[in-house]
Structures are given as C-alpha cells and as structure tokens.
C-alpha cells in the first residue's frame, strides 16, 4: 500500500513569507506527527495529532508555526513570516494507533530553505 | 533531561563484522517502546525493530538484534555481518505513555561500513 507522502519535497522561501507543508498519511493511521530534523541533528517533535483528539503543540518552537489536519487524515504545517532558522527538512510520519508497539512510519520530507 | 541517550556519533565497522550501537532511556513509566530507525543519506526514516518493556525476549529482525537490558536502561541494536548498504544514521527512539505518546529521539549514531 502507500506509504506517508509529503509535498512539496523541496521549497525555497524568501524571509518572511509564509509557506505550507502537506502531509498524507498512510489510509487508516490516526495518529500523525510532525518533527523537524536541522542539518545533522536529530528529530525535533512539533506536534502530534490522535483522532479527533486535541492535538499536543507541545513541541511547536514559536505562535509562528501551526497544524491542522482535516477529516483526520491529510494534515497541513503552516510556518508564517519565516526565518532563515526554520531551514531544515520537515518529516511527518503517522501510525496506526498509540499502544506502545504502534511504531510510526516516515515520509520522505520537505526540505525547506529561508533565504 | 534527556530521554534518550546516544553516546557514539560516528562509528566503523568492517564488511561482515557485526558491530553494536549503544541506546540508553530514561523513563518512570513501566510501559513503554523502543524503537531502532535507520535514516540513509537519501534522507528517508527506516523503521527497523521494536522492543516492548513487558517482552521477555530479545527483539530480532533478520540481521538486527536488539540487546535490551531493563534494568540498565539500555537498548543497544546489533547489525550483523554488516553490509556497505548498513551505512547510514542510526536513531533509537522511545514511545512512553507518560509522554502522551509523543516519540522522543536520540541524536544518532553515522555507521560506516568499510569494504
């Protein structure tokens, strides 16, 4: 079956625009999350969505970024009037459900830069 | 305080051998997952093997073993008879319910085969 798609795979901003990252799930997963991985580091958690639950925005850096995701399945990460900090690849990743052995399931990024 | 510990950030290991990748997590929570990804340069998260903190053995998958010690919180994942496609980032990653469920990574460890 498919795996998790995101869209763009790249996207080159000016300073202070506003871009919008897209998620798709694997059909069927009710769990979706969003991280941020810096050049050579590891993964930052953003936010994460369960069902209809409330979303944890634990993660979020800055009231600059902002997700939803609608019918609770594709799911769109909003960074407004970014900065050259935000470069980095957005990886989003779903999984079946929240037990413990529920892993998730990456796609394959969007690599953002904020000239 | 770190949840989860990667204390190697770069290692070799020749052609065939089999070589360990050390994984340590901090968590009061008796149930919880651990989890092993392997990102290749192409960028992509590969999910690779799953040990539960109830099971009672071992997690193995084809060539990757898990070696999980509870008591010493650690959750070192063994490659054998390494292969030059092993070269990668190595992520190891725990899923706690105190948490809500959210993923929290280590910084990785970058494999190097060597024919």
């Known amino acids: 079956g498919a795996g998790v798609s995101q869209s763009p795979s790249n996207k080159v901003t000016e300073k202070g625009k506003d871009v919008e990252l897209r998620c798709d799930p694997i059909?069927?997963?009710?769990?979706l999350y969003w991280y941020r991985q810096s050049l050579g580091q590891g993964l930052e958690f953003l936010i994460y969505?369960?069902?209809?639950?409330?979303?944890?925005k634990s993660g979020l850096p800055s009231d600059r970024f902002s997700a939803e995701r609608t019918g609770g399945s594709v799911s769109t990460l909003t960074i407004q009037r970014t900065q050259q900090e935000d470069s980095a690849v957005y990886l989003c990743?779903?999984?079946?459900?929240?037990?413990?052995?529920?892993?998730?399931?990456f796609g394959p990024g969007t690599r953002l830069t904020v000239l | 305080a770190q949840k989860i510990t990667q204390t190697q950030p770069g290692m070799f290991v020749q052609e065939k051998e089999a070589v360990t990748l050390d994984c340590t997590y901090d968590?009061?929570?008796?149930?919880?997952?651990l989890f092993w990804y392997k990102q290749p340069s192409s960028g992509e998260m590969i999910f690779l093997i799953y040990?539960?903190?109830?099971?009672?053995q071992n997690a193995t998958e084809g060539r990757y073993s898990l070696n999980f010690q509870k008591a010493r919180k650690s959750a070192n994942l063994v490659i054998s008879a390494s292969q030059l496609g092993d070269s990668a980032m190595y992520f190891c990653?725990?899923?706690?319910?105190?948490?809500?469920?959210?993923?929290?990574f280590g910084t990785g460890t970058s494999l190097t085969v060597i024919p």
């Open positions: 968590t009061s929570d008796p149930s919880y997952g």
């Open positions: 969505f369960q069902g209809n639950s409330a979303p944890d």
């Open positions: 990653a725990m899923r706690d319910t105190n948490t809500g469920n959210q993923f929290y």
């Open positions: 990743a779903s999984s079946r459900g929240t037990s413990g052995r529920d892993t998730q399931y």
């Open positions: 059909s069927g997963h009710t769990a």
């Open positions: 040990q539960g903190s109830y099971d009672q």
